[in-house]
């Protein structure tokens, strides 16, 4: 995992549309959430994603983006955030390369619960992991909210 005050690892994924995506143009809108779950259309990570979901309004208004990441195909990412109406993108690791540079590659395979509050300037400002505690990621979202206009 990364530590506070490193640099985020830039990447190129394609995100729920197809579409190439590269973490260094998102940053240049300001801060962003990057949170690696393992799948699509589990009970847990649904559960995650609506958290995200539930407070996107009020990271918005404070100029925070979010943005998921597991090695879904785009297809799958796109009929997840349908089914559960995202206002957030998906992304698409499927040789998990930017779950590697984040620390977020599990064993087997499997991408592991990280999320990372990167501040514009590319740098991290506050990270959880807590592969099955949610109660963890809400309380980093809080940390989050407050830390970008406590």
Known sequence: MLAIGDAAPDFELKDDAGQTVRLSEMLKGGPLV????????TPTCAREACMFRDSHQELAARGVR?????ASRCQTHARFRAKLELPF???SDPERTAARAYGAAGMLGFVRRISYLIGGDGKILDAVYADLRLSDHKDFMSRVLARMYG
């Open 34 to 41: 990057l949170y690696f779950y393992p799948a699509d259309f």
């Open 66 to 70: 979010v943005v998921g990441v597991n």
């Open 89 to 91: 993108i998906l992304l």
